[in-house]
């Protein structure tokens, strides 16, 4: 079946304590994105990746990291999580110029 | 710049129609129209990558204006299955067809 997953799913945390948020695909898709969808806002792209080692900043990429060693992974990083984090993130991945395939979602709480 | 949706909700009788619209400040390459549930992913709807072109599938069709850098999504005759929030994704044309932009959303609920 063609899917993205996101681990964990939710997960809560205390200001500054690492954590890695692992995505990965199914269908060799080229592109992959993160986004965070807050109330009122809609989804905000963080990073984007176009392939393999190249990735490019979003809109809100402050206080993220992102990696693109292999085509099917594309974890995001909280190097020093905060308050502010508090959000649902969603991993996706497509073909170019083609739909979005979106994870089930992250919930994450940073305390 | 986030593209801007309106209205922010609708509220529906089934059978009712609708109509969202997504405007940018910025010349468009493609539009994505996607819609999601409470509590789920986002689900893709249609893409339109071409000034002009519209798209529909059942009772659920777009059109894309590159000229006045919008689109409209329309729902017809709604089903009690169309409740949800709708967003549009906007490319422009620094960041291409795959760097998307999303507006803030439209909440639409279809009553029995």
């Known amino acids: 079946e063609a899917q993205v997953t996101q681990n964990p799913r939710y997960l809560i945390t205390v200001t500054g304590k690492k954590l890695t948020v692992t995505c990965s695909q199914n269908?060799?898709?080229?592109?992959m994105s993160w986004y965070r969808q807050d109330p009122g806002l809609g989804l905000r792209q963080i990073y984007y990746s176009m392939n393999v080692e190249v990735t490019d900043k979003g809109d809100v990429p402050e206080g993220y990291k992102v990696s693109r060693k292999e085509k099917r992974n594309f974890p995001l990083i909280l190097e020093s999580p905060s308050p502010n984090q508090t959000s649902l993130y969603f991993c996706a991945s497509s073909p170019p110029r083609g739909e979005q395939f979106f994870g089930p979602g992250t919930r994450l709480t940073v305390l | 710049q986030q593209p801007v949706q309106s209205p922010q909700a609708v509220i529906l009788r089934e059978g009712e129609d609708a109509v969202i619209n997504c405007s940018s400040s910025?010349?468009?390459?493609?539009v994505h129209w996607y819609r999601q549930k409470h509590g789920e992913a986002p689900v893709f709807l249609m893409i339109l990558l071409k000034g002009g072109e519209q798209k529909g599938h059942d009772k659920i069709s777009a059109s894309f204006n590159e000229k006045k850098q919008q689109s409209s999504l329309y729902l017809t005759a709604s089903q009690l299955s169309y409740s949800g929030t709708y967003f549009c994704?906007?490319?422009?044309?620094?960041?291409?067809?795959?760097?998307?932009?999303f507006g803030a959303g439209t909440r639409l609920a279809v009553h029995p």
């Open positions: 910025k010349a468009l390459y493609s």
């Open positions: 994704g906007t490319g422009d044309l620094s960041g291409g067809y795959n760097k998307l932009i």
């Open positions: 269908m060799n898709h080229e592109y």
